[in-house]
């Protein structure tokens, strides 16, 4: 079989349905190719060709039936954060080296329902706590672009395995810009949704007034057929959204002519580089020649969103991560002396060093004397920052800047300094406080240090149709995202 390795999500489908290629060919080919790259990249924590040639043969079937399921024998592979019956759910710790998800979670049981197959378990920082996916148990994923630099983080298996060609699609989940970042490092596009749209039943969870999941294509109207088919109201999360189901590539073709693109001037300051803010000026020269006008808007407390995160987030990291104590199910340790031994021993055995540093500071803040000091008030500035959101709204209708204040960074450059990791998500941190939808595009190339870079952009609650269709008429006046690694 001929295939083309990095065809987008809609090409395969329309092969598939010209039956050009089957479902069977499809999931070998991916298969193969995963095998064949994994010493290299470490994309993937498991890969069971039984299973996934199972689901494409069932795929198979009922395309020769004409079935009309709309991602029918498509194939996905997903975050290792994302229970899925029988497989091997790890979350990149030690701590569930060896689980066995019960039940399947339900972004992945709707993108089943639409007919995808699922390749493998991507790899990803433990528990989605960084920014590099250095924090894996089970090593480091490479940029397929250039091995020795990151491919962002937590996402980043899931980001590489589709720039790699390892899968046309993948998922990943967003805490604080985990799937926007390693897009721009991995030059895909990669979107969060508003916060409720996708249900978080059978992801594990990390902050759960922030997490959100999302996918990792290469084209916006991929996202938007994607996103179409793991949306949805889930009576099994309270956080889910009570709404009808959208078709997210309803206005895909719509013209740019009278769209008012924001451009925060804090987006823009001191921090960013200078070659990644000309692209970004050259991107946005693009999007004025397709019908948009810009204008400046001010988001004054977005300066907070990464002290306000890294209060919030941690505090919730703490309470979530408490379950895994050696009783029910993770890593016990072997030997101890009693039941709080077996807690510490088992907490300290299972969980890195990130994770705990995250734990310690969540329980930290959360403690008798700070709760009122720390994540009271960061409560209050994700008010404030909405609040700013709402105020620019009022003259545009999405904001845009850098994705990240730089390109993906070498190996080890950050991993001594927390706090200098943490800033690189300085941009994307203010859409999870607020819940907004907002997603990263390729744009451009930083001809300072030739790494990629991505155009931010933040939409208003539940519009990511509108960004969708920005980002896809972007796409279709340029080819910054038709570009792929040779491996």
């Not at 989940?173 to 970042?181: A, L, N």
């Amino acid at each position: 079989m001929s295939w083309n390795t990095f065809a987008t999500v809609a090409e395969t489908k329309k092969a598939l349905d010209a039956k050009q290629v089957s479902a069977t060919e499809l999931a070998t080919h991916y298969l193969d190719r995963a095998h064949a790259l994994q010493p290299a990249l470490n994309a993937y924590i498991t890969l069971d060709r039984e299973k996934t040639l199972a689901e494409a043969k069932i795929a198979d079937n009922k395309l020769a039936k004409g079935d009309a399921a709309p991602l029918l024998g498509v194939p996905i592979a997903h975050k290792d954060i994302y229970l899925i019956d029988g497989w091997k759910t790890t979350c990149g710790s030690k701590m569930l080296e060896n689980f066995i998800a019960p039940y399947t979670s339900t972004v992945v049981k709707n993108m089943a329902d639409a007919g995808m197959v699922t390749l493998g378990k991507l790899n990803m920082d433990e528990f989605a706590m960084g920014s590099s996916n250095e924090t894996s148990h089970f090593g480091s994923v490479k940029n397929p672009w250039d091995l020795t630099r990151v491919p962002g983080g937590s996402s980043g298996g899931s980001a590489a395995s589709v720039a790699a060609g390892l899968a046309p699609a993948s998922t990943g989940t967003d805490t604080g810009g985990s799937i926007r970042q390693p897009a721009m490092f991995c030059n895909l596009t990669g979107l969060k949704p508003t916060y409720g749209v996708c249900s978080r039943y059978g992801i594990i969870a990390f902050a759960s007034s922030l997490d959100q999941a999302g996918p990792f294509a290469r084209t916006a109207e991929d996202c938007a057929l994607l996103l179409t088919a793991m949306a949805g109201f889930d009576p099994n999360d309270s956080t889910s959204l009570d709404r009808p189901k959208e078709n997210y590539s309803r206005d895909l073709a719509k013209p740019l002519g009278g769209l008012r693109i924001g451009l925060p001037k804090e987006f823009f300051g001191e921090g960013v580089a200078p070659g990644i803010a000309k692209a970004v000026d050259e991107a946005l020269a693009v999007y004025r020649k397709l019908g948009a006008t810009t204008v400046e808007v001010s988001l004054p407390n977005v300066k907070y969103s990464v002290p306000a995160y890294y209060v919030v987030a941690p505090a919730e990291a703490s309470s979530n991560l408490s379950r895994f104590d050696g009783v029910r199910y993770g890593h016990r340790a072997a030997e101890y002396t009693d039941l709080m031994d077996m807690y510490k021993r088992s907490r300290a055995e299972g969980f890195g060093a990130e994770v705990k540093r995250r734990i310690l500071i969540g329980t930290y803040v959360l403690s008798h004397g700070y709760y009122d000091a720390y994540y009271l008030q960061a409560q209050k500035l994700r008010r404030l920052i909405a609040h700013d959101f709402k105020k620019a709204y009022e003259v545009c209708d999405v904001v845009m800047g850098p994705t990240a204040p730089e390109g993906a960074f070498q190996f080890g450059s950050k991993s001594d300094d927390p706090v200098k990791m943490y800033l690189n998500d300085i941009f994307t941190i203010c859409a999870n406080l607020t819940g907004q939808p907002a997603m990263s595009h390729p744009c451009g190339i930083d001809k300072d240090t030739g790494q990629f870079v991505g155009m931010h952009v933040i939409g208003n609650y539940l519009d990511e149709a509108r960004m969708l269709n920005v980002a896809h008429q972007y796409q279709l006046a340029t080819d910054w995202h038709t570009r792929h690694p040779v491996l």
